[in-house]
């Protein structure tokens, strides 16, 4: 999937802003006068401590009540507003700040003062509006442009559902997830109003992520990188001082690719993979892959004949089924894997995805397999009075046997089936009495 970023009507500061620029527009150049507050600062005797500013439940950090401009201005940008410009200076009472607005046009709610965290004699604070904004609140509509199909005309306060649904109208989109965003992020402000869903002076922002899952029938499915949102200024009629849009991509779309291997919990990798290989490939690897190594078998005692026996169950032929292409845009390719002539449950299969690209390998057991059939335990043969130690089903039993003194030379052969084990004993001489 691909975000971007659509920002609809913000102030030219806002957009010197986001682009990092380091200076900002003040809207006197272009006849309108942004809003100018006054925070007066007065104590009874020599003050001290530190004091706070609120906008819309949002507070600064502390600062000192002898703050210089900067600090004051420092301190409202980084939590309040994009950009401001401040000044300080005295009179009788104690200390003053302007606070210009040059990026939020139109009227600005009174700041709040907080001097609960001030010293000295009775701190108090007070704010006022001393210059009115003829600057114009952003406002209006526009339209979004992709793949040469227009959206709707979009009120510049439009909810982020209402985006989406317009967007989703285009025969050139299929689904997309559209949320508020924050138009500078990391703001407290900024993000406690793409919380709320709400808009301030300075504009509004929407983040757009195109997804690559089946939304109602529809064959749109965006893969990788697509191409950028477009605002028709042909189609636009946004108002306000220094109105514009602008789209910008947040996070690029890729597409998953490259190979992976498979194993089980003991042996060595199956061959490379492509990313959505065949049922077969798979299958054919699976198949292919070593069984946990032969060990020599202890149950049975000391052995001369190097008799080894398999610890894990025989599984023989498996089965594997994979979804269909059109759905692995969504949640990638998804296998099936049955071991129908297991005996036993299955050993664990493992997966190495550090050759695949945007993607991973998952391995989860869906149903276990039923417990084992094969006959094991031990047993003991008695012949003529004489009986053999205990003897591990499966495991050699010739050498027991002519061990015994009521018997000679034998031959034994073996027959096992998935649910039994069988012996044939030949006397090939009579033993000693």
């Known amino acids: 999937s691909v975000v971007r970023s659509v920002q609809g009507s913000l102030s030219l500061g806002t957009i010197l802003k986001r682009k990092g620029a380091q200076f900002s527009y003040n809207a006197v150049e272009d006849g309108a006068q942004p809003e100018v507050q006054r925070i007066r600062f007065t104590s009874l005797g020599p003050p001290g401590g530190h004091w706070r500013l609120r906008h819309e439940g949002v507070n600064t950090a502390p600062m000192k009540v002898d703050a210089s401009a900067d600090e004051v201005r420092a301190?409202?940008?980084?939590?309040?507003?994009?950009?401001?410009?401040?000044?300080?200076?005295f009179y009788s009472s104690g200390h003053e700040f302007l606070v210009t607005f040059v990026a939020e046009p139109g009227d600005v709610p009174s700041l709040e003062c907080d001097v609960a965290e001030s010293t000295g004699p009775t701190p108090f604070c007070r704010v006022d509006e001393v210059v009115q904004a003829t600057s114009v609140v952003s406002g209006g509509a526009f339209r979004l442009l992709f793949g040469?199909?227009?959206?709707?005309?979009?009120?510049?306060?439009?909810?982020?559902?209402?985006?989406?649904?317009?967007?989703?109208?285009?025969?050139?989109?299929?689904?997309?997830?559209?949320?508020?965003?924050?138009?500078?992020?990391?703001?407290?402000?900024?993000?406690?109003?793409?919380?709320?869903?709400?808009?301030?002076?300075?504009?509004?922002?929407?983040?757009v992520e195109f997804n690559d899952h089946k939304y109602k029938g529809s064959t749109v499915l965006h893969e990788g990188d697509q191409p950028l949102l477009q605002l028709s200024y042909n189609e636009t009629s946004l108002t306000g001082t220094r109105a514009d849009a602008i789209v910008f991509e947040v996070k690029r779309g890729s597409r998953p690719g490259g190979t992976f291997k498979v194993r089980r919990h003991f042996g060595g990798w199956s061959q490379a993979l492509?990313?959505?290989?065949?049922?077969?490939?798979?299958?054919?690897?699976?198949?292919?892959?070593?069984?946990?190594?032969?060990?020599?078998?202890?149950?049975?005692?000391?052995?001369?004949?190097?008799?080894l026996t398999y610890t894990d169950p025989l599984c023989g032929d498996i089965a594997v089924t994979?979804?269909?292409?059109?759905?692995?845009?969504?949640?990638?390719?998804?296998?099936?894997?049955?071991?129908?002539?297991?005996?036993?449950?299955?050993?664990?299969?493992?997966?190495?995805?550090?050759?695949?690209?945007d993607?991973?390998?998952?391995?989860?057991?869906?149903?276990?397999?039923?417990?084992?059939?094969?006959?094991?335990?031990?047993?003991?043969?008695?012949?003529?009075?004489?009986?053999?130690?205990?003897?591990?089903?499966?495991?050699?039993?010739?050498?027991?046997?002519?061990k015994l003194p009521t018997v000679g030379d034998v031959v034994v052969s073996t027959h096992e089936d998935v649910d039994q084990v069988s012996y044939v004993v030949t006397f090939t001489s009579l033993g000693n009495p």
């Open 274 to 307: 492509d990313y959505g290989a065949s049922e077969e490939e798979l299958r054919y690897a699976l198949e292919a892959l070593d069984g946990r190594p032969k060990i020599p078998s202890i149950e049975s005692g000391p052995t001369t004949d190097g008799y």
């Open 148 to 207: 040469g199909k227009l959206t709707e005309p979009l009120s510049s306060t439009a909810s982020s559902l209402q985006i989406q649904q317009a967007l989703e109208k285009l025969p050139s989109i299929g689904r997309v997830n559209v949320s508020d965003a924050p138009l500078i992020v990391g703001h407290p402000l900024s993000e406690q109003r793409a919380s709320q869903g709400t808009s301030g002076p300075g504009g509004r922002a929407w983040r």
């Open 359 to 402: 993607a991973s390998v998952r391995i989860r057991e869906t149903r276990k397999g039923a417990p084992s059939s094969k006959a094991a335990g031990q047993f003991t043969i008695s012949y003529q009075g004489a009986t053999t130690p205990g003897l591990q089903i499966g495991a050699p039993i010739e050498e027991s046997l002519e």
């Open 75 to 89: 301190a409202l940008e980084a939590a309040l507003f994009t950009s401001v410009e401040v000044s300080r200076s």
């Open 322 to 357: 994979r979804t269909d292409y059109a759905d692995s845009m969504s949640e990638g390719y998804r296998y099936v894997v049955t071991f129908p002539e297991c005996d036993g449950d299955a050993p664990r299969l493992y997966g190495d995805a550090t050759q695949l690209n």
